[in-house]
């Protein structure tokens, strides 16, 4: 009886673990996702559609990107075009503030 026990001790560990390793998943494309939407929109207040059009491009459509991968449920996916979004939406931001500076506006 004892040995069947740590089986099923062992067995139940095994069930927890990969529960909480797919609830992981939603959680870190939240904490994702969210500086990625701030940085694309800091772009756009930033005019980054007219002054770095490529970034800003580049920032929408790896956010869209994340979206549709994590309504998919695939998540690394989603996390790792987050990451990009806010990437480029950073970058985007940063060279339209520059050349409005650089235009005196």
Do not use: W
């Not at 800091?42 to 800003?56: C, D, G």
């Amino acid at each position: 009886m004892g040995r069947r026990s740590n089986t099923l001790l062992v067995l139940v560990a095994i069930a927890i673990a990969v529960s909480s390793l797919v609830a992981c998943g939603p959680s870190l494309y939240t904490f994702n996702i969210i500086p990625a939407s701030q940085a694309v929109e800091q772009a756009r207040q930033a005019n980054a559609a007219e002054h770095a059009p490529y970034e800003y491009f580049y920032a929408q459509s790896y956010l869209d990107k994340a979206r549709e991968e994590a309504a998919e449920a695939n998540y690394q996916d989603a996390i790792r075009f987050a990451e990009r979004a806010s990437e480029f939406g950073t970058k985007a931001r940063d060279m339209s503030r520059r050349r409005m500076r650089e235009m005196g506006r």
